[in-house]
Structures are given as C-alpha cells and as structure tokens.
C-alpha cells in the first residue's frame, strides 16, 4: 500500500516533510468566495498578456513554449492562492473513484 513506510523507503525527517507536502499539493482546497475573483483576474491579466505575444512574437515554438508557460504560471500563482485554505471537508465526496489494474483502461 502506497501510505505504508516500507513502501516510501522509510519515514526520514525529510520524506516526512515531502509526505505532508504531498498530502497538502494533491488535496483539494475550496477558496472562499471571495477569492474567486482574484482567480479571474489573474486569468484575465494572462490572458491580456497571451494576446500581446500572440501579436508580436513570430508563430512557431516560442510562442507556443510562451503560452504554454504563461497557462503554467497563472496555474501555480492559483494553486499557491488556493493551498492556503483548509481543505475541504466535503472534497471526498466530490473524488471520482481511483483506477485499479483490474479495471482494463
């Protein structure tokens, strides 16, 4: 089982901070209300942003790598917003339930 220690090598002080981190990263936390509307400005800003090299940097990969950069930075500065809230305690009724081996994907 993946929470087992022997599965993660043993608990060292560090692996215990990372598990914590982990634990943190891949659990869904639910902003107030009233942040939402920071999530939408920093989208729009991106955006605002997206449209500037879409119109000055010439097609081909730096554009491209530029998008994609840019969509990966407003998802970390959301996710650096987003993590500083509880989590919430209805996100495991919200989960789809995992994959197994079994189940042939």
């Known amino acids: ?3 087992d220690p022997e599965f993660i090598g043993g608990l060292t002080p560090t692996k215990m901070s990372l598990r914590k981190r982990i634990d943190n990263d891949f659990t869904y936390h639910k902003p107030p ?3 939402v509307s920071t999530f939408e400005n920093l989208r729009d800003k991106a955006k ?3 449209y500037l090299f879409l119109s000055v940097v010439p097609e081909g990969r730096e554009l491209a ?3 994609t950069h ?3 930075s407003v998802f970390h500065a959301n996710a ?3 993590r500083k809230y509880p989590v919430d305690s209805n996100a495991d009724q919200m989960r789809l339930p995992l994959a197994t081996p079994d189940d042939n994907l």
């Open 1 to 3: 089982m993946i929470n």
């Open 65 to 67: 790598s530029a998008l």
């Open 48 to 50: 605002e942003l997206a």
């Open 80 to 82: 650096g917003i987003a």
């Open 70 to 72: 840019l969509e990966t």
């Open 33 to 35: 209300p009233q942040v």
